[in-house]
C-alpha cells in the first residue's frame, strides 16, 4: 500500500507549532506521575498512530459519520492541535481536510500506562451510552486504538486513544468565587482568554441542562450511573447563543450503581432519592476558575438542578414506568432535612470524587440537606 499524500500539520491552542515549540515540555496539568514528553514527542506519536495502515483510524471514522467509504487519497491535510492536557489523558483537535468538505474529531490519548486503564473504560462507557436517551448530548466513540512514543532513550512505548466527533462552538466552563466565599458567577472559557461570565439566566439553563444530561444516562433498571464526574474536569461544555445556552457532556469515564434500586416501589424510590442526592450535591461542587481552590455554589441553582432531573426522568421513562414523577415528587416533598442528611450520610464516601474534597464533603453534607428540603417545601419546581 502506497503512503497516503495528506500532510500533517501541528498546532498548539490553535496557533501553528514552530520548532522552538516542539521542544517545549507537555503540560501535565495537576498530574504529578506524567512521563517526561515534549510537544515534538506527541504529535509524531499522534501522526504515526492517525497513520496507520492508511491512515485507517481517520477512514473508518469518517464513514461511521457519513456512511460512505473513504479512500486515503482524498484526505489532503490533517491538522492535530493540542488543546488540552488533564489528569487523565490528553486532549487533541484533528481537523481532516476532503475535496471541500472538512470532519473535526477529538483525539483522548493516554501516555501513563495506569491512565490508559481509565481511556479504555470511557471508551466502552460511551459505547454502552449509544442506545440510551442520553447518547445524542455525548460523543460518539469512532475509533479506538493502540500507538508509541519514543522517548528519550529511543524507547518505544505503548499509548491508548481513542477518537469521537468534535461539539464546534461548546466550550469549557467553569464557577467562580464571590465576595462570600461561595459560588456566584460561572465562567465560559470561550476563545479568549477572559473567556466570557454568563448571566444569571444563562447559569440556570445550564445546570438544569446538565442535571437533565446525567438524569437521561441513568439507567432505569438497575441504577447505573454516569459517575464520577467533575466540573473542574471539564465534563460538560456549553454553547451560547445570544440568552441561550446548549449544554453537553464531553466526557462519561464510568457507569457504576451507588445505591441498588431493589424491586420494591419504596425501595426504588430510595435510590432515587441517593441519585438525586448525589447529583444535586456534584452540581455545587467545582474549583475556582477551574483549577483554583475548591469552591461551592449558593442555593441560587438548586431549584434549576431539581428541574433538570425530574424533566430527565420524565423524558426519559419508557411508558407506564412506575412511579411517575409526580409520584416522585410527593414522595420527595413528604422528607424532612433529618432524612434527606440520611441519605447523604450514607453517600458520603461516595461523594468524595477527589481526596481532598472529603472535609468540604463532610462540612456541606448537612447544609445540603437542608437546602434540598428547602427547595422541595417552596414547591417552586
Not at 532513550?153 to 477518537?163: D, I
Not at 444569571?200 to 432505569?220: F, G, H, I, K, W
Request: charged share 20%; hydrophobic share 45%; proline share 6%.
Amino acid at each position: 500500500m502506497s503512503k497516503p499524500a495528506s500532510v500533517f500539520a501541528f498546532f498548539i491552542d490553535g496557533k501553528p507549532a514552530g520548532k522552538d515549540a516542539l521542544v517545549r515540555p507537555l503540560p501535565t496539568g495537576l498530574t504529578l506521575d506524567a512521563p517526561p514528553m515534549d510537544y515534538g514527542q506527541y504529535f509524531s506519536a499522534l501522526q504515526e498512530a492517525l497513520e496507520h495502515n492508511g491512515l485507517t483510524p481517520l477512514r473508518r471514522s469518517v464513514e461511521l459519520l457519513t456512511g460512505r467509504p473513504l479512500l486515503a487519497e482524498r484526505i489532503r491535510r490533517v491538522c492535530i492541535d493540542s488543546v488540552k492536557h488533564g489528569a487523565l489523558y490528553n486532549v487533541a483537535k484533528i481537523t481532516v481536510h476532503l475535496d471541500g468538505h472538512d470532519h473535526v474529531f477529538v483525539m483522548n490519548s493516554a501516555m501513563h500506562p495506569q491512565r490508559q486503564k481509565a481511556l479504555q473504560r470511557e471508551w466502552h462507557t460511551l459505547q454502552s451510552l449509544a442506545c440510551t436517551p442520553v447518547a445524542p448530548f455525548v460523543p460518539q466513540g469512532l475509533y479506538s486504538g493502540r500507538g508509541h512514543w519514543i522517548d528519550k532513550s529511543g524507547e518505544a512505548k505503548p499509548f491508548v486513544f481513542f477518537l469521537a466527533p468534535w461539539f464546534e462552538g461548546y466550550h469549557e466552563w467553569h464557577m467562580e468565587k464571590g465576595f462570600d466565599g461561595t459560588a456566584q458567577t460561572v465562567r465560559v472559557w470561550e476563545d479568549s482568554s477572559e473567556g466570557a461570565v454568563l448571566t444569571q439566566s444563562q447559569t440556570v439553563q445550564l445546570m438544569e441542562q446538565a442535571a437533565y444530561l446525567l438524569t437521561l444516562a441513568l439507567d432505569r433498571k438497575d441504577f447505573l450511573q454516569i459517575y464520577p464526574w467533575h466540573h473542574a474536569a471539564g465534563d460538560f461544555v456549553v454553547a451560547v447563543d445570544g440568552a441561550k445556552v446548549d449544554v453537553r457532556l464531553i466526557s462519561a469515564r464510568n457507569r457504576m450503581v451507588l445505591i441498588p434500586p431493589g424491586s420494591l416501589e419504596h425501595e426504588r424510590l430510595s435510590a432515587l432519592a441517593a441519585f438525586l442526592f448525589t447529583l444535586s450535591f456534584r452540581m455545587r461542587v467545582d474549583r475556582d476558575q477551574g483549577t483554583g481552590d475548591l469552591v461551592w455554589a449558593s442555593t441560587s441553582w438548586l431549584d434549576a438542578v431539581l428541574r433538570g432531573f425530574f424533566r430527565g426522568w420524565t423524558d426519559g421513562a419508557p411508558d407506564d414506568e412506575p412511579p411517575a414523577a409526580q409520584k416522585i415528587l410527593t414522595t420527595f416533598q413528604s422528607l424532612d432535612a433529618e432524612d434527606w442528611e440520611t441519605v447523604g450520610s450514607v453517600l458520603q464516601d461516595d461523594l468524595v470524587v477527589d481526596a481532598e474534597e472529603a472535609p468540604l464533603v463532610s462540612k456541606r453534607l448537612g447544609e445540603h440537606a437542608r437546602n434540598l428540603h428547602e427547595a422541595f417545601r417552596a414547591g417552586a419546581l
